[in-house]
């Protein structure tokens, strides 16, 4: 049997991927560096063997499914090359095993992966389905029916791809050190328009969404009038959200989600929509929001005392409004303690002041230093420039995180994209010790 080796296995779509492949029955193992990152769990729960990097861990028979973070003078990928191994990219890959199967890719500057995760759990109570989640959880099954991908546009990765369906949750600028404004974005969406091959499901709500041209049916879902799909009589509480859907000016079903703020509402009116075009009853998809527990890192719950901590991704500031309503939603008499890193120093230049105007929608904020990324330089940018620009927030080292207990049975949203859940698990850690004394 082929041996799949993936050169950056702990990948937050190469680990789901290598999963995908082991539960189907392939000789999976891989590659990466040994500090340990959340995304090597489930492959570590598998069996999955992960090696340190080492050119001499590539063999003539092997495939070598390379992550897209690595260039072609990696070494396992120069000795692949002498050696006359076949390398397939990440994106290619995936783009070839999609083919299979009734594809569904779901996209977008924000939301994907809370989607995505939606998308499969609802799907999988229909028919069998297998799934990549950027959070690092893939499964996969012989006799799916469908296949879900997270699809990021990050390079246009996604371009590799040719799904059935596509899911397009919003456009934003981001990811400055490669899209160069809004208008790059939106054409690199527009290429991936050309690619789908039944039908795009887009939120309707989002002026750019509107302007998307394809040659197959477009179907918007939002709370606008003008969508075929619309939310109605939305109700919010602190145990979920409840929602009429009108399709075209029709009602079609009441639904109920155990998730808060308006993007989890808009999420589930994507699911239903592709639902609804699958002909899957509105009763199977009611079932499986009910016992929906979420994707890691998007609205992530920890109680410890009286003390409620959230771990979430959101990384960009129109992510960390959406953070903010949700935890303002479920908890209307807390306060709200934001605890953010920033993740790159280009994004965290690009949007210095729409970082600090979203973050003041929280009680008190702290920050901690820039997490940079290996593809970018440092530059002269410094945390201190963020905090100058929002008044009363504080800077925050891991060994003084016990300073956090001041603020009592507040909620504790720990934000950013880098290796921010060190100060969660550092605050854990302090306040365990605390209910032990």
Known sequence: MTVLHFTGIKGSGMSPLAQ????????????????HFFTEDRLRDRGITILPFDANNIKTDMTIVAGNAFGDDHPELVKARELGATIIRYHQFLGDLMKQYVSVAITGAHGKTSTTGLMAHVLEGYKPVSYLIGDGTGVGQADSHFFV???????????AYHPDY????????????????????????EEMAQQVKKCIIACGDDEH?????????????????????QARNVVKTTAGTTFDVVIRNEFFHTFTIPMFGD???????????????ENIPA????????DFEGVKRRFTQ??????????????????????????RQKYPERELIAIFQPHTFTRTQTFLQEFADCLTEADHVYLCDIF????????????????????????????????????????????????????????ENELNAGETV
Request: net charge negative; with cysteine; aromatic share 10%.
């Open 166 to 189: 596509a899911i397009m949750t919003n456009i934003d600028y981001d990811h400055p050190d490669y899209f160069t404004g809004i208008d790059d974005v939106f054409k690199a969406f």
């Open 149 to 159: 991908a997270e699809a990021c546009e990050y390079r246009r990765h996604f371009l």
């Open 283 to 290: 009763d199977i998809i009611q079932q499986q929001f009910e």
């Open 20 to 35: 995908i492949m082991h539960d189907m029955g392939k000789h999976v193992q891989g590659s990466d560096i040994g500090q």
């Open 263 to 277: 993007h989890a509402t808009l999420n589930a009116l994507a699911v239903i929509s592709l639902c609804h075009y």
């Open 302 to 327: 920890t109680s410890i005392g009286d003390r409620i901590l959230i771990d979430d991704y959101a990384h960009h500031p129109t992510e960390i409004r959406a953070t903010l309503q949700s935890a």
């Open 372 to 427: 940079g990324s290996a593809r970018e330089k440092a530059g002269t940018l410094k945390i201190q420039d963020l905090a100058e620009k929002i008044d009363g927030s504080r800077l925050l080292v891991l060994d003084e995180v016990g300073s956090l207990r001041q603020h009592g049975n507040a909620v504790y949203l720990f934000m950013g994209a880098g290796d921010v859940t060190k100060f969660q698990e550092a605050f």
């Open 209 to 229: 969404l509107q302007q998307i041209q394809a040659p197959i049916p477009v179907v918007y879902y939002g709370f606008g009038e003008e969508n075929d799909f």
